[in-house]
T-cell receptor
Framework: NAGVTQTPKFQVLKTGQSMTLQCAQD?????MYWYRQDPGMGLRLIYY???????DKGEVPNGYNVSRLNKREFSLRLESAAPSQTSVYFC???????????FGQGTRLTVV | AQSVSQHNHHVILSEAASLELGCNYS??????LFWYVQYPGQHLQLLLK??????LVKGIKGFEAEFIKSKFSFNLRKPSVQWSDTAEYFC?????????????FGAGTQVVVTP
């Protein structure tokens, strides 16, 4: 079972470059999330999507945009990367009701 | 606003020692509670979860957690750790009325088990 799949796994960007992180889930989940993980700060929510066609800001949305392309896919875009966006990015999804979130393998992004 | 506090950032212990990780939360309503584990280089995996009922929850790999509503706590325990328990542990909270499922995570506790 694939679960939540993120691409790429690693990426190095130069300051000012743009890129899109891809996320897809095959569990027919409605809700999808993008988090960033930084040492000593846990996971912080960037954006989330409760269903196809809806997105909303989380705790740290500045510098990011998202697209919920369909029920399966939720992408995160950095329009102009900054060193402060160096982090590990996790995508997650969750079904309805009393369920937990399922996480992807993560993308380690370095902005130089 | 929701917040989650994990008491220890780093814990080092020997194999066979007992482990207890503290988690306190702040939230004005009923909550669902979770402990996730992240092994080195891997993604977060669910250890256990509490939604309702018995406040003592048993999870995978011998872990358990106790929900104490009066103390807003959900501490994780394991009676005897193994080297393979070396990982980072995250406590997470979600409000039950939050249909969007926004999870609030603690900062994490890095656990190192020495042989």
């Amino acid at each position: 079972n694939a679960g939540v799949t993120q691409t790429p796994k690693f990426q190095v960007l130069k300051t000012g470059q743009s890129m899109t992180l891809q996320c897809a889930q095959d569990m027919n989940h409605n809700s999808m999330y993008w988090y960033r993980q930084d040492p000593g700060m846990g996971l912080r929510l960037i954006y989330y999507s409760a269903s196809e066609g809806t997105t909303d800001k989380g705790e740290v949305p500045n510098g990011y945009n998202v697209s919920r392309l369909n029920k399966r896919e939720f992408s995160l875009r950095l329009e102009s990367a900054a060193p402060s966006q160096t982090s590990v990015y996790f995508c997650a999804s969750r079904g309805q009701g009393f369920t937990e979130a399922f996480f992807g393998q993560g993308t380690r992004l370095t902005v130089v | 606003a929701q917040s989650v506090s994990q008491h220890n950032h780093h814990v080092i212990l020997s194999e066979a020692a007992s482990l207890e990780l503290g988690c306190n939360y702040s939230y004005g309503g009923t909550v669902n509670l979770f402990w996730y584990v992240q092994y080195p280089g891997q993604h977060l995996q669910l250890l256990l979860k509490y939604f309702s009922g018995d406040p003592l929850v048993k999870g995978i790999k011998g872990f358990e957690a106790e929900f104490i509503k009066s103390k807003f706590s959900f501490n994780l325990r394991k009676p005897s750790v193994q080297w393979s328990d070396t990982a980072e542990y995250f406590c997470a909270v979600k409000g039950t009325t939050d249909s969007w499922g926004k999870f609030q995570f603690g900062a994490g506790t890095q656990v190192v088990v020495t042989p």
